[in-house]
Each structure stands twice: as structure tokens, then as C-alpha cells.
């Protein structure tokens, strides 16, 4: 099965800022690819798919890169409700995986 | 609009079998493209996909959990149902029903609330 590695664990940063997170598939996934976000008590939300395109009522803010195997999601002006885990997964061959998440905090 | 509702048991005995309900709403079944599955999440853990019933009755399984795990679909009454057998305390899980589609939005758009499964004795 296709191993998705996201780094870092954990970032801190500070609201108003850029966040970066990076994900890595240990073989091409094409651009089969989306993010999510997942807060507590909560099913994960879908931010992007297709590795580059925003879902249905997400902020300009998110935006995704990347083909292949080497994936970004960048945050600019991260504002309060954008701390979170941030989990990419593929869905270019199954089984699906996800990453192990990045977890996205106030610093 | 899309909605999923997940239904079962939320506490089942180790080596019992654990049935889990999906009904849907707002589309159909057999709807070309569509597919309805279960994701996992043990507690503070990562997502984990078990099945996937495509509308053409494809199925997928995890290979790590295939001969424990059945799904199947009832078109008429928009239900997608998960069999696990032979459950273990590592199975404790919160279990989401997820819509996915192999056309336009093909992330996972539509997820269920999930149900926490324990299993204890």
C-alpha cells in the first residue's frame, strides 16, 4: 500500500501568519490527493482535492500543490478556526491512505 | 443534500461480530460514480479506510482486515452495511460512513457524524 508521510508532527505559528504543511507518497499518487482538516469531536472536513483544487465554500486562504509524490498545503493569514489536524490522503490506488496528520496549533 | 447516518452498537465484546448501518440521503445508490464506505479512527489516531461499495457493486477492502470485513449495499432501502467479525479491543474505533465519487469532487465531501465503537469485555 502507498504510505503518505506528513511533516511536521506538529506546528506551531501564530494567527495572521503562513502555515506550511508538507505530505510525501511513497509512490506517485498523480494529483489524486486532498487535505482535510479535522477538529475535535468532529468529522475531518475536506479542504482540497485533486491536490490543487479548493472544495465547495473554503477560504482562498487554503491553497494546495504538488503532483506525484510530494504534495503542499499552505495557509496564509491563518485565522483562529484554521488550528486544527491537517491530514492528506490519496486516492490514486487503493487502499486509500492518510497520512498521520499534522496537528496545527496556536503559538 | 447529501447526508450519511451511521448506526450500531457502541460497545461489543471481544470475538463478537459488529454490524454497522449507513443510511443515506440525498442521492441514490446505484447513482453512476458513487461509492459509499467506512473509515476508521481509533482514538487520537490517524484515518484508516476499510471498504468501499461502488454503485456497480465493486468492492474494496483493506488487504490487513479483508477476511473480516464484509460490506454491502440495499439500493432500496439507501443503506450501505459494514459486518467486521471477530472484533478486538484495538478495534475500539469511532467509524465514519463516507460518500466518495469518481466524478467532480473526488475527495470525501460527505461524511456521517461516526459512531464510537468500544470493545471491552
Known amino acids: 500500500e502507498i504510505v503518505m508521510t506528513q511533516s511536521p508532527a506538529t506546528l506551531s505559528v501564530s494567527p495572521g501568519e503562513r502555515a506550511t504543511l508538507s505530505c510525501r507518497a511513497s509512490q506517485s499518487v498523480s494529483s489524486n490527493l486532498a487535505w482535510y482538516h479535522q477538529k475535535p469531536g468532529q468529522a475531518p472536513r475536506l479542504l482540497i482535492y485533486g491536490a490543487s483544487t479548493r472544495a465547495t465554500g473554503i477560504p482562498a486562504r487554503f491553497s494546495g500543490s504538488g503532483s506525484g509524490t510530494e504534495f503542499t498545503l499552505t495557509i496564509t493569514s491563518l485565522q483562529s478556526e484554521d488550528f486544527a489536524i491537517y491530514y492528506c490522503?490519496?486516492?490514486?490506488?487503493?487502499?486509500?491512505?492518510f497520512g498521520q496528520g499534522t496537528k496545527l496549533e496556536i503559538k | 443534500q447529501i447526508t450519511l447516518m451511521e448506526s450500531g452498537p457502541t460497545l461489543v465484546k471481544p470475538t463478537q461480530t459488529l454490524t454497522l448501518t449507513c443510511t443515506v440521503s440525498?442521492?441514490?445508490?446505484?447513482?453512476?460514480?458513487?461509492?459509499v464506505g467506512w473509515i476508521r479512527q481509533p482514538p487520537g489516531k490517524a484515518l484508516e479506510w476499510l471498504a468501499l461499495n461502488y454503485w456497480d457493486d465493486d468492492k474494496r477492502y483493506i488487504p490487513s482486515l479483508k477476511s473480516r470485513l464484509t460490506i454491502t449495499k440495499d439500493t432500496s432501502k439507501k443503506q450501505v452495511v459494514l459486518i467486521m467479525t471477530n472484533m478486538d479491543p484495538v478495534d475500539t474505533a469511532t467509524y465514519y460512513c463516507?460518500?466518495?465519487?469518481?466524478?467532480?469532487?473526488?475527495?470525501?465531501?460527505?461524511w456521517g457524524q461516526g459512531t464510537l465503537v468500544t470493545v471491552s469485555s
Open positions: 490522503q490519496q486516492y490514486n490506488l487503493w487502499p486509500y491512505t
Open positions: 440525498g442521492f441514490s445508490l446505484s447513482t453512476n460514480g458513487v461509492g
Open positions: 463516507v460518500h466518495r465519487t469518481l466524478i467532480g469532487t473526488t475527495g470525501i465531501q460527505h
